[in-house]
């Protein structure tokens, strides 16, 4: 008698090694420990992960934290996390295009590498391993004047590349005057003047951490030796850790930045800079619709949304709710670039159906640097490459430059918008 149909087995038999030997695939070995260890990166939350595990904890956390709670920082993230795309199906999108022009000069990606004080302590090869990749990838790199290489060595060792160089209003305007001065000699193609730290935010991991520059031997720093000898090891056997553009300093980032940044500084000032700048002129820090409008008015020649990636003031616009606004009243007249949260390709391409030329990023290529050095900002570049590649064809974009507000959109998450 035929067995009832929910009582049914299924035959079973040995499998034949022909039919197994198919589904045996082993991974090629990869001897190079960076090679291996970037190989298991494939988002920018993985390059994260591997830097945490290869930099002592103040390292990490002054790329990682943000100012006071922590809460700016987080609402940017949340922000790109919950805006919702808008894909057209049926398009042709074999092919796709995700190149732009930023400040007048093309780039394969509306990406610009944003600048980064004190870049050796992330990784001993600093502020030249990620201008050499940049070059690699064609995308401008902005070196900072809290760098920890000059504004010479940087050409020297990357000719060719688009290098963008920033700066702060000094209480010691000459100072700033004669940075301007070797930017402009060494052929730089754009200033980027950061504007939002009259005094230094309260960056509290930093605080609890002891974070100094250079790091200073203490007991806790010495048992962090134990646990991170490869980046010590780095760190004391190539040449000091020092600013290129300021004498010796040896103190926390706060009382340097409560030293050297002039809160007097006013729109005077920008007038001041624009007369001594030939280049592109950017300005970077602003944090509303009002103050977009005055430094265009000034002869700014773009202007960064940003709240210095959550580092200053806790709870601050969030850059990309801020960002349609921006472009509504000066797009026409300037440029406008954004940064302050952006983790992927995605973010990128969303940046760019609101309005913006390119975003900036900071920490998604310093995460890159902790984990492999020059190779591992490479690792960056390509994962934001594929995301956004992959982000237009899921899309029906073919080319970065046909996006529109129409492909995106913003969704309320319950505490309100900047104003």
Known sequence: MAAPPGKRKTPRRLARW???????????????????????????????????????????????????????????????????????????????????????????????????????????????????????????????????????????????????????????????????????????????????????????????NGLTIPPTLTPRTLAAMARHPSWWFNLLTTRPLEFASLTSWHGTVAELVNQMFDPRADLRDLSWLRGRWPGKLVVKGVQSVEDAVAVVERGADAVVVSNHGGRQLDRAPTPLELLPRVVDAVGAKAEVLVDTGIRSGADLVAARALGASAGMVGRAYLFGLMAGGERGVCRALGILEQEAVRTLQLLGVARMADLSAGHVSLRDRGYGRSR
């Not at 295009?97 to 930023?102: A, E, H, K, L």
């Not at 007048?104 to 944003?114: E, K, R, T």
């Not at 504004?151 to 700033?176: K, M, N, S």
């Not at 200033?191 to 991991?205: E, K, M, S």
Request: charged content about 25%.
């Open 18 to 208: 022909s039919e197994l030997r198919p589904l045996l695939r082993w991974r090629p070995l990869v001897v190079d420990g960076v090679d291996r260890r970037l190989s298991r990166a494939h988002t920018i939350a993985d390059l994260r992960s591997l830097a945490r595990r290869r930099t002592p904890r103040p390292v990490f956390d002054y790329v990682d934290g943000a100012a006071e709670n922590e809460i700016g920082i987080e609402r940017a993230y949340a922000a790109y996390r919950d805006l919702e795309f808008h894909p057209r199906v049926l398009r042709d999108v074999s092919v796709v295009d995700t190149s732009v022009d930023i400040l007048g000069g093309p780039s394969p990606l509306p990406l610009v590498l944003a600048p980064t004080g004190f870049t050796r302590m992330m990784h001993h090869e600093g502020e030249i391993a990620v201008a050499r990749a940049a070059a690699r990838a064609g995308v401008p790199y902005t070196l900072s004047a809290m760098g920890t290489t000059s504004i010479e060595d940087l050409v020297h060792a990357v000719p060719g590349a688009r290098h963008w160089f920033q700066l702060y209003l000094w209480r010691d305007r000459d100072a700033g005057a004669r940075l301007i001065e070797r930017a402009a000699a060494a052929k730089y193609e754009a200033l980027v003047l950061t504007v939002d730290t009259p005094v230094a935010g309260a960056r509290l991991r930093d605080v609890r």
